[in-house]
Every structure is written in C-alpha cells, then in structure tokens.
C-alpha cells in the first residue's frame, strides 16, 4: 500500500472514527540530495537537528522503520498553560524507503492532538546541476474543541514549515 492509499483508504481503519478532520500541508525545497534528506527525516534521533522544538524522542517499543514502532516527542512543540514540556506518543503506521515517505498517528498526548496523521514524503526535485528535494509534510487532526480551523491549520503549517526550513542546515552540519 502507497503512503497516499493509507491516507486515502478507509478513515475508520486509520484514525479510529469517521469524524470530519481538518487538512492541511506545506512543502518546501531542500538543496540536498533526496538520500542524504531522507537520511535526516527518517531515523527518530535525528529529529532533535531539524525540528528545533523538540528536545528528546524515545523509543517506547518496536523497530524503528517497521510500522508499529512507538516513541515518545517531547520538547516544546505546543505552548502549555503550566510552562510544562509537550509530549506525544507517535505510533509509525506506514513507511516505504523506495518512495521517501512515512506516516506517524499520534497515540496519545498533552497537546490535544491525539489520533492526528502526519504524513512526510521527498520527492527528487533536482536537475543536471542542483540536485534539490521537495519536501511535503500533509496532516490531518480532529477537530480541537476551543480552537478555530483556521488557527490550528495555519498553527501547525507554519511549525511544520519551519522544520523543513531547518532540514537543509542540519545536514550541512553533518
């Protein structure tokens, strides 16, 4: 199953009810091969170099790669009322090394996201001379009782976008 039939088959089979969800997603460009891109954005320890919110990531059981593999974000990912760290328990449902692409649910959290799908997929964007990789990071979330539509979308697009943003300098790091 392609990354784009997990998120389009059954919701029920997937997220766990058949609520209306709110979309959305960003995409940039990283001026960097797509091996040494998906180096960067497939392996959990390496989250810390390219999403500049997040602190620490455990793994809590399984593979990394295999889908069923469990760990735990946390950092600041969210603002908290208590000034406390975020935290969200991230279950791999989907991953394909061929195509460049994952999908992680959010098990479970403080941040009210439970149950969200994020979805990140590289696709070879280079010519003769630069070799380039866009980036496409899709979610898709519950409603989130309080929060407009419009506000948690733009919220979460311009955190997502920011990571994409960081991708191409963490590898130069490295």
């Known amino acids: 199953m392609t990354w784009q039939q997990c998120l389009l088959s059954d919701p029920i089979n997937i997220v766990g009810n058949s609520n209306r969800k709110w979309h959305g997603s960003v995409g940039g460009i990283v001026d960097a091969p797509i091996a ?4 960067m954005v497939s392996q959990t320890s390496r989250l810390p170099e390219w999403m500049p919110m997040v602190e620490k990531c455990t793994d809590m059981s399984g593979e990394e790669g ?3 593999y469990t760990r735990l974000v946390s950092g600041f990912m969210f603002p908290q009322n208590d000034g406390d760290r975020s935290w969200i328990k991230e279950r791999l449902v989907f991953m394909d090394a061929s195509s460049h692409s994952y999908i992680y649910r959010m098990e479970a959290s ?20 630069l070799e380039s990789t866009l980036v496409d990071w899709a979610f898709e ?7 407009s539509e ?3 979308i733009d919220y979460l697009g311009f955190l997502y976008k920011s990571c994409i943003n960081r991708i191409e300098g963490a590898i130069s790091r490295n």
């Open 141 to 147: 979330i519950d409603p989130v009782e309080g929060v």
């Open 110 to 129: 403080n941040v009210g996201l439970d149950g969200s799908l994020n979805s990140l997929k590289l696709v070879d964007y280079g010519d003769d001379d």
């Open 150 to 152: 419009e506000h948690i």
């Open 66 to 68: 295999i889908p069923g």
């Open 36 to 39: 040494q891109v998906w180096s």
